[in-house]
């Protein structure tokens, strides 16, 4: 992974040699501190340079390297390029930003299509959604059931790139929306969530939000919305590719 806004990104650093996170989110990004940590036995390595970041995963004794995030870093040689791209049929996907052109998908060996109803008439493509899975809290421990929000008048914050998705997803658990705190992506919400959630029940918020800011939310009403990645029509393209 990059490891974006973690001072340890430029140089390069072993985030988790499968045992853990070793450094916190100011050091390796928040991204790969959640990773590090949903994912037990698995090496995490970030670093700008992913060809480098390649090399020493190699040194680490990883055999299979996956890159997050590097469709377009193209100087490292790769087996296969899966590529997520929105339903195009969905009236949100206005306003995103694309870092190559449309055209570059054409070289993508699979793409995964989020929230279709129906695949495009491409034979690569197949579908998924993210499905929240439980409630978990500061530390991301498993607390609950998703469906334990229904009725509660909660503050929704994140600081993640399509808040939107997020509030949408709250909504449809049932949640009584008091109001929206959102952030840039990667920055700090805490602080702006503790002063909106006088009147609501708790603060809904993503676990990457958690990672990055863990002693402010210690203190806070606050849970995570832990989702899990639910493969749909198509998903044996993904493995064949694989």
């Given at each position: ?10 140089a ?16 390796a ?8 940590r ?10 700008a ?59 993508a ?20 959604d ?32 399509r808040p ?32 909106a ?42 493995l064949?590719a694989?």
């Amino acid at each position: 992974m990059r490891g974006y806004r973690g001072v340890r990104s430029r140089a390069g650093a072993l985030v988790s040699d499968g045992e853990g996170a070793s450094m916190d989110a100011f050091a390796a990004g928040d991204e790969a501190v959640l990773v590090s940590r949903r994912l037990p036995g698995v090496l995490v390595r970030v670093g700008a340079d992913r060809v480098e970041a390649t090399r020493r995963a190699r040194a680490d004794g990883a055999r299979v390297v996956v890159l997050d995030d590097g469709f377009q870093h193209r100087r490292l040689a790769r087996d296969a390029d899966v590529v997520a791209v929105d339903d195009v049929d969905r009236p949100d996907r206005d306003g995103i930003v694309l870092r190559e052109g449309s055209g570059a998908l054409a070289r993508a060996h699979v793409l995964a299509v989020r929230g279709a109803t129906s695949l495009p008439d491409d034979p690569r493509a197949f579908g998924f959604d993210l499905v929240p899975e439980a409630l978990v809290d500061s530390f991301l421990h498993p607390i609950g059931m998703p469906a334990d929000i229904e009725g509660a008048r909660v503050v929704v914050a994140c600081a993640i790139g399509r808040p939107d998705r997020f509030v949408r997803t709250v909504r449809g658990l049932g949640a009584q929306i008091v109001t929206v705190v959102a952030g840039r992506d990667h920055g700090p919400i805490a602080a702006r969530a503790a002063a909106a959630a006088r009147g609501a029940d708790r603060i809904v918020t993503t676990e990457k939000d958690l990672v990055r800011e863990p002693r402010e939310w210690e203190r806070l009403p606050v849970v995570g919305l832990r989702v899990h990645v639910a493969l749909g029509a198509g998903k044996e393209r993904l493995l064949a590719a694989i």
